[in-house]
T-cell receptor, first 114, second 111 residues
Framework: GAGVSQSPSNKVTEKGKDVELRCDPI?????LYWYRQSLGQGLEFLIY????????KSGLPSDRFSAERTGGSVSTLTIQRTQQEDSAVYLC????????????FGSGTRLTVV | SQQGEEDPQALSIQEGENATMNCSYK?????LQWYRQNSGRGLVHLIL?????REKHSGRLRVTLDTSKKSSSLLITASRAADTASYFC???????????FGKGTLLTVNP
């Protein structure tokens, strides 16, 4: 596609439920990143995928968070047993290989845990 | 932890004026980038400046980088109401080009 696509755009879930957020990056972009942004805050790095390499999971806040990227393309971020502090906008970005490229961000998923 | 810190946190100007936002960071970097965000959703990449560059222009945007002071500035000339947005600087320092973002500057351009 022309851009990075994220779904759903909005998700309201009950505390304790699991949620799955999807990201479809730009074709040919080997690098994929997940960030989250709480209200009025900057972006917090969560996880990074690059080709077939092991992902950099250093930003995941707890073991309730996991992500996978199938076939080097679509990625799913899963949050198990959601808590109210998980409420945020979850942003996905992709980038072409090599240096000197900016990220292309999706429009994000606004997650609200009630 | 935040690598980039933008200054000021908020800036309000009149249409036609220039807007200057600053960013400071803590560690050595590969690149520094500026992004714009409207309405708290997706970010749009504006400009990238490499660590060996000192100044870069793109349309009404001018970015400077001073690696000795670990700081950068973004100048938007002849601002328009449509420039109203949050502006973030982001730096990458490792081989995975993972960006670390500041908390942003909220720019309001009044018509």
């Amino acid at each position: 596609g022309a851009g990075v696509s994220q779904s759903p755009s909005n998700k309201v879930t009950e505390k304790g439920k699991d949620v799955e957020l999807r990201c479809d990056p730009i074709s040919g972009h080997t690098a994929l990143y997940w960030y989250r942004q709480s209200l009025g805050q900057g972006l917090e790095f969560l996880i990074y995928f690059q080709g077939n390499s092991a992902p950099d999971k250093s930003g995941l806040p707890s073991d309730r968070f996991s992500a996978e990227r199938t076939g080097g393309s679509v990625s799913t971020l899963t949050i198990q047993r959601t808590q109210q502090e998980d409420s945020a906008v979850y942003l996905c970005a992709s980038r072409p290989p090599g240096q000197g490229h900016g990220y292309t961000f999706g429009s994000g998923t606004r997650l609200t845990v009630v | 932890s935040q690598q980039g810190e933008e200054d000021p946190q908020a800036l309000s100007i009149q249409e036609g004026e220039n807007a200057t936002m600053n960013c400071s960071y803590k560690t050595s970097i590969n690149n520094l980038q500026w992004y714009r965000q409207n309405s708290g959703r997706g970010l749009v990449h504006l400009i990238l400046i490499r660590s060996n560059e000192r100044e870069k222009h793109s349309g009404r945007l001018r970015v400077t980088l001073d690696t000795s002071k670990k700081s950068s500035s973004l100048l938007i000339t002849a601002s328009r109401a449509a420039d109203t947005a949050s502006y973030f600087c982001a730096t990458d320092a490792g081989s995975n080009y993972k960006l670390t973002f500041g908390k942003g500057t909220l720019l309001t351009v009044n018509p």
